[in-house]
């Protein structure tokens, strides 16, 4: 988990855009050098923008005031919730890279809130999950914001088909409302405050429980016994034939029956659609 591990920094959007972005033959890592719009394109392939990001020769300082902004938000004790919310989408809002601005906004608000302590530490919290459910109304939040500026953006179509912006904008992406944004990150908060985390806290229990259980039954790698916990459970409480006679082959049919026995009996009750996203 990479989240508040290091002081915000460029270099340290940077590093995370780096671990998001991994394969980078299409796409150039680092601020990018030109233009940036998300919507259609026309017949001809012709840019039709719903949004354009900043201007990429104002990158560099928008980034510095995005990153001192959140420095004093952090220092003068802001609610974390607001802080997240300003810092991430004033980042997705400048746009700064290529590719992956969203992936790097949601990843900044796990990162502000486990810097300031709100998420318990080492656990996953899943609210950009929540957000993401949350889908239409994330993106009427995004182009509520950015619908208006776009009158104010005077710019043309490059030879690429890309665009390119013609006067000063830098102010449009300095200064922004972001009370709607704070009100979703909030509801999402609660939400996974109230529902996804006790949840999360409730596997984690219960995968405790099945991992000691198992091991005082046959002594295994610790991996190995996550792996059949999560195994089993995805194949409704078995283990899959394929599996049994493959890396579990040295089990006994006695041992097996009771390891199944186990998880059956641990995970009673507990929905299993988070099974699949625990896979290895």
Partial sequence: MQAGRHPLSRNEILRL????????????????PDGVFLGERDHTGDPLPEFIGARPEDLPELMRCLIEANDRMRSDGLDPVLQATATAFGFVYIHPFQDGNGRVHRCLIHHVL??????????VFPVSAVMLERIDTYRKILQNHSAPLMPFIDW?????????????????YRYFDCTAAAEFLYACVQRTVEQDLPREIDYLQRHDEALRRIMDTVEMPDRLVEDLV??????????????????FAALTDEEVAAIESIVQEVFEGFADHSASERSP
Avoid at 17 to 22: D, F, K, M, P
């Fill in 114 to 123: 486990a810097e300031r302590g709100f998420t318990p530490p080492g656990m």
């Fill in 17 to 32: 855009h780096g671990i998001l972005i991994e394969d980078t033959r299409f796409v150039r890592a680092g601020l990018r």
């Fill in 230 to 247: 999560i195994l089993i459970r995805q194949n409704n409480g078995k283990l899959a034939q394929r599996r049994r006679k493959r890396e």
């Fill in 156 to 172: 043309r179509p490059t030879p690429d088909r890309n665009v390119v912006v013609l006067k000063e904008t830098a102010d449009l």
